[in-house]
């Protein structure tokens, strides 16, 4: 193929509905671009986009699809891996792989899938991870302070038994300590990887925690007194700005395709009130032995060596 005629290779998860799905039909739209994404069943796509089967929820239905992914590509690169799908389960929900469900989906699940196709990434490609301002502490009102992860054991969120409604802040706790994991590889450096954590902020309109038979339906559209009250409060607390799906999915296309610059040494980027920022991430997200521990016992929990990972770079 001629090199002017090569396409960006696009691969994501949760590009077909709330934010991602708007994110989708932006990255589609950009020319050269081919975009495949992880869904489950059938799933309504924009033109040119393609969908191979991924459920998140099982660890080998992640492999399938990092294998399919590399099939489907060929000789060709992926320029953009955006991991944004993410789930809150009813606590005590299980995986296939018996972990807890959330912590399963938004964390082991993209964590083992970026580690899979890692190795077929471009030079100078981009690695998106999806996060939220709930994991910080920091920005919580005390009312709703203690949902925010305070410390970190991942064997206690694997375990099903002991799911709470702290389930999903912690899983997005995991995923910028994840996003700081992979940019300090060797590996990312080396081919000039971007690594970059996107929190969204509060987004109407989503089909977060859903049943599956729900997200089949449009998701409803957010209440005018709802809608009245939150621009009221977000006066004196930026969390509660009610954004919209088509704005946020519009930023994280943005740092995706790199139309917009991220300052030097930061990771994390914030939706705030519409515009993108770049704040510290909350204290324990840049904690150096939190990120290095969940680092190993996720490589344990999905079964990868880190050594042979290693050898691949030496």
Same mark, same amino acid.
């Given at each position: ?6 396409? /960006? ?42 969908? +191979? &089967? +991924? ?7 992640? @492999? ?33 792989? $018996? ?7 938004? %964390?082991?699940? %993209? ?8 190795? @077929? ?33 991942? $064997?206690?969120?694997?375990? &099903? ?5 702290? =389930?999903?802040? !912690? ?9 700081? =994991? ?9 081919? %000039? ?36 009250? +939150?621009? +009221? ?45 770049? &704040?510290? &991430?909350?204290?324990? !997200?840049?904690?150096?032995?939190? $990120?290095?521990?969940?680092? /190993? ?18």
């Amino acid at each position: 193929m001629n090199p002017a005629e090569q396409k /960006r290779v696009v691969v994501m998860t949760g590009g077909t509905a709330g934010l991602g799905a708007h994110a989708t039909q932006y990255i589609a739209a950009q020319p050269g671009a081919r975009v495949i994404i992880g869904a489950r069943g059938s799933r309504t796509v924009p033109h040119g986009a393609e969908v +191979l &089967p +991924l459920d998140l929820a099982s660890l080998d239905s992640v @492999r399938c699809f990092a294998d399919a992914v590399t099939r489907q590509i060929g000789d060709a690169r992926i320029d953009i891996l955006v991991l944004n799908a993410a789930a809150q389960h009813r606590s005590g929900t299980q995986s296939a792989d $018996r972990f807890e469900a959330t912590f399963a989906v938004n %964390h082991l699940a %993209h964590y083992l899938l970026a580690h899979l196709l890692l190795p @077929r990434m471009a030079e100078g490609a981009r690695l998106v991870f999806t996060t939220s301002d709930t994991h910080d502490p920091a920005v919580l009102p005390p009312l709703i302070r203690r949902m925010a992860p305070q410390a970190l054991e991942p $064997r206690q969120l694997a375990d &099903p038994t002991a799911g709470s409604f702290r =389930a999903y802040p !912690a899983s997005k706790l995991c995923n910028i300590l994840t996003a700081r =994991a992979f940019a300090e590889l060797d590996e990312v450096r080396a081919r %000039h990887i971007r690594v970059i954590a996107y929190n969204p902020g509060l987004t109407l309109g989503t089909k977060l925690g859903r049943t599956d038979s729900d997200r089949q339906r449009p998701a409803n559209k957010p209440n005018p007194f709802v809608l009245a009250l +939150l621009g +009221l409060v977000s006066r004196f607390n930026d969390l509660f700005y009610p954004g919209t799906p088509e704005r946020a999915g519009e930023a994280l296309a943005e740092l995706a395709l790199g139309t917009v610059p991220v300052p030097t040494g930061r990771i994390y980027a914030s939706l705030v009130k519409g515009e993108l920022t770049f &704040p510290d &991430p909350s204290k324990l !997200a840049r904690n150096d032995e939190a $990120r290095d521990t969940l680092w /190993r016992e996720s490589a344990a929990m999905v079964g990868i060596d880190l050594r042979e990972q290693e050898d691949r770079v030496n």
